[in-house]
């Protein structure tokens, strides 16, 4: 065989891959290059090990079991306890879950939730809905995050809206919209009338009427009363009382006097009192005898000199005498 000066480079090229491939197997689980390529700053730490629980764990499976459907592209179903969502193809659009399970559809997406006693909801757009398991007394639906939603609700279920407002009802449709970006609009479309418990109060909703609410940095959940807790009607408003506190009438509001241990709440606050002090809740209309100051003049009075209705010093004898020496003049 007569090697060529092309034959040989082309030799040495193979040798040459043969030297690396014997390195390489040489050097095992090992990577080239062997040494250390990180740059400051140093391979971060995890502080926290194991890594705390994620969302799903708030929410974990429940006996109730659900149908999920997909009817317009995009949306994503997260069964309970897995950590990540799987969208739901035109092939595999329907799926059952048990409560527990994440909802998800994103703008021009549409989902449909149905429960065996009938209930269904459907989700529009942008919306984000946990399965509830009533047999852990959660609602039927609970609502992260939400663009506009219809209700066909049965006897017995709740919806928590978002910002923990609950709606309760037995009759549909019942339409939910993000009016803006701190609005919530729920009206009743159906023919029965319905509930939405926000915060302190209960609202009552009539076939046709609507009602705005308002997503508080608080939150809207219902605030439930503690057992003893009574009621003092103030004007325009109420305040709750327990414990140690008895409540007053005062003009344009309510007193609370604190002896001992109690809780106590008003116009959307709660107070923890020292015994022995007091607190006044009023609203934003004074009565007229809160502005009239009881002495309108520091001047001393003179003799005989009184006051009068509106603070000012009378000194009537004084000018009837003054003006009886002019006319005797």
């Not at 149905?114 to 007394?137: E, F, H, K, M």
């Not at 005989?304 to 003049?329: M, P, T, V």
Request: hydrophobic letters at 40%.
């Amino acid at each position: 065989m007569q090697f060529t000066p092309k034959t040989t480079s082309l030799l040495a090229r193979a040798s040459f891959a043969l030297g690396l491939a014997s390195l390489a197997a040489c050097a095992g689980r090992s990577r080239w290059p062997n040494f250390s390529t990180q740059q400051v700053p140093a391979p971060m730490v995890s502080a926290v090990t194991p890594l705390p629980p994620g969302a799903e764990a708030a929410y974990p499976p429940g006996p109730e079991e659900v149908l999920v459907a997909r009817l317009a592209d995009p949306v994503q179903l997260q069964p309970a306890g897995e950590p990540s969502p799987s969208p739901l193809r035109f092939f595999d659009k329907r799926r059952r879950a048990n409560a527990g399970a994440w909802v998800f559809s994103a703008a021009g997406g549409r989902a449909e939730i149905l429960w065996p006693n009938g209930t269904q909801v459907l989700l529009y757009d942008n919306c984000v809905a946990i399965v509830g398991s009533p047999s852990r007394g959660e609602p039927n639906l609970i609502m992260r995050a939400l663009d506009r939603m219809v209700l066909n609700l049965s006897s017995g279920d709740q919806i928590q809206l978002v910002g923990g407002a609950q709606l309760a009802a037995d009759s549909g449709p019942w339409l939910v919209e993000r009016q803006l970006f701190d609005i919530l609009r729920v009206k009743n479309q159906s023919k029965e009338a319905g509930q939405v418990a926000f915060r302190e109060e209960v609202f009552s909703l009539a076939p046709g009427e609507t009602i705005d609410l308002a997503l508080l940095s608080a939150g809207g959940r219902p605030i439930r009363q503690a057992p003893g807790q009574e009621s003092f009607d103030g004007p325009g408003f109420a305040v709750e009382l327990a414990g140690a506190a008895k409540a007053h009438a005062v003009v344009g509001g309510v007193r609370v006097d604190v002896t001992g241990e109690h809780a106590i709440s008003g116009l959307g606050v709660h107070l923890a009192l020292a015994p022995g002090e007091s607190a006044t809740f009023s609203g934003l209309a004074r009565g007229a005898s809160a502005a009239i100051p009881a002495v309108t003049s520091e001047e001393p009075l003179q003799d005989g000199a009184e006051l009068n209705q509106d603070g000012a010093a009378d000194d009537s004898e004084g000018a009837h005498s003054e003006g009886a020496e002019k006319r005797d003049a």
